[in-house]
């Protein structure tokens, strides 16, 4: 794969999840406008709580990852990706994250 096609899907999945994100979350939020209960509703059931784990857990190695390498390596504006790691998600944070990266010429 080119660095080029990785770029192009990096962006794909990020934007296509943060839309996912909003045409499926917001309207109820905004229905609903609890917060803490939109949050806990991510574990209803043992299977939704197994998601909601391994989710929350991928945002904290993110994070960490994010903070040894804002000492490590020279990729600027890291702290976004653990900010869009909360919302919209992880997926958008993560591929926002290889993209600094990448720009940052870190990938070799």
Avoid: Q
Avoid at 80 to 92: F, K, N, R, S, Y
Wanted: charged share 10%.
């Amino acid at each position: 794969m080119t660095t080029g096609t990785f770029r192009l899907l990096l962006v794909l999945w990020a934007a296509l999840f943060a839309l996912l994100f909003v045409v499926i979350v917001i309207p109820p939020l905004i229905g609903d406008p609890d917060l803490l209960a939109a949050i806990t509703a991510g574990f209803v059931n043992p299977y939704a709580t197994g998601y909601s784990l391994d989710t929350i857990m991928c945002w904290v190695v993110l994070t960490t990852w994010v903070v040894y390498e804002a000492k490590t390596r020279p990729v600027k504006h890291g702290w976004i990706a653990p900010l869009l790691g909360l919302v919209p998600g992880v997926a958008t944070g993560f591929a926002v994250y290889l993209l600094l990266r990448l720009n940052a010429g870190t990938n070799k």
